[in-house]
């Protein structure tokens, strides 16, 4: 099987880094070999395994696997506002909450702040409704958004891409306010670029929920969280009225995971470090609360 490793930007340093991919070998075993097809189908389309997989984080016999994880993923705990000995069950150190002054942010409202801690990748401006992860296919807004795609197209995207390793809170990243929201079931395909270069269209296939928020200085922004394989849930923790910058939105139990934010066209500009990433295929390393975008 071929190993085309991910390269990552630490937008802290500027340096590149190959991401340490948890499970690498199981998931381009899945992803990459025709023998795997029936595995995939049984894994990936069907969300029983993923819901096994969630009760036995759930469960205290998961405490267990917390100390090798944080020392495999480099994981900092100085940021976290509890002690590893306080989580009950792996799922509980996984949606652990941060020190707020581990993420500040600016209050200008018009600058548009990372909605997680992630790798992301943006698209300034879309051609009609398509975008092209790194490594995957062409996809669709419109088969992402089916019904509230139409005001997006020509607008412009970005991922956050979520590892085990990250924070996996997620945060509104321009106040606003609610207007509507919606659950799409779907499959349950990695995240990763990995699978993504396989072909599965993980935003049009995948299950997600979509959130709109309107706002005074940057006309209305979707929110979309996608799920992925090993997700135990997604959890929505503020669902209707109105959002402040950086309020939490809720949080992804074990498992990779994406947020994606669609902006109508002529809306906002992305940092420039981000356009210069992205237009190179390079996903750049963001934590929650810095500067993703400005209000035009």
């Not at 940021?79 to 209050?107: I, M, Q, W």
């Not at 089916?146 to 997006?152: C, D, M, N």
């Not at 991922?159 to 945060?171: E, K, M």
């Not at 959890?235 to 910058?245: C, D, L, M, P, S």
Request: with cysteine; hydrophobic share 40%; aromatic share 10%.
């Amino acid at each position: 099987m071929q190993r085309d490793p991910i390269l990552v930007v630490d937008r802290d340093t500027g340096k590149t880094f190959e991401e340490a991919v948890l499970g690498e070998k199981w998931i381009r075993w899945a992803y990459q070999n025709a023998s795997a097809r029936p595995i995939e189908k049984l894994l990936f389309h069907s969300s029983l395994i993923s819901r096994l997989m969630g009760a036995w984080f759930d469960s205290r016999l998961s405490k267990g696997k917390i100390k090798a994880v944080i020392e495999d993923l480099s994981i900092d705990m100085s940021e976290a506002s509890a002690d590893t000995e306080s989580f009950s069950c792996f799922n509980d150190f996984f949606v652990r909450h941060l020190k707020p002054e581990v993420r500040p942010f600016s209050a200008d409202p018009h600058e548009i702040v990372s909605p997680a801690d992630g790798r992301v990748l943006v698209f300034p401006e879309l051609a009609e409704d398509t975008f092209v992860p790194v490594k995957g296919h062409p996809m669709s807004v419109c088969t992402m958004l089916p019904g509230i795609a139409e005001r997006f197209v020509g607008g412009a995207l970005a991922i956050a891409r979520l590892c085990p390793a990250d924070y996996h809170r997620y945060h509104f990243p321009a106040a606003g306010r609610i207007i509507a929201a919606q659950d799409i079931p779907g499959a349950l395909h990695s995240v990763n670029p990995i699978a993504l270069g396989a072909g599965p269209d993980v935003f049009g296939e995948n299950k997600r929920s979509w959130t709109l928020v309107e706002t005074e200085t940057l006309g209305t922004y979707c929110f979309v969280e996608v799920g992925a394989f090993g997700v135990g849930s997604i959890i929505n923790t503020r669902t209707t009225g109105a959002v402040q910058k950086m309020d939490e939105k809720g949080y992804f139990k074990f498992g990779g995971s994406t947020v994606v934010v669609v902006f109508e066209p002529g809306k906002i500009r992305f940092a420039d470090d981000l356009m210069e990433n992205s237009a190179k295929g390079r996903e750049t390393l963001v934590k929650v609360g810095q500067p993703l975008a400005t209000a035009l």
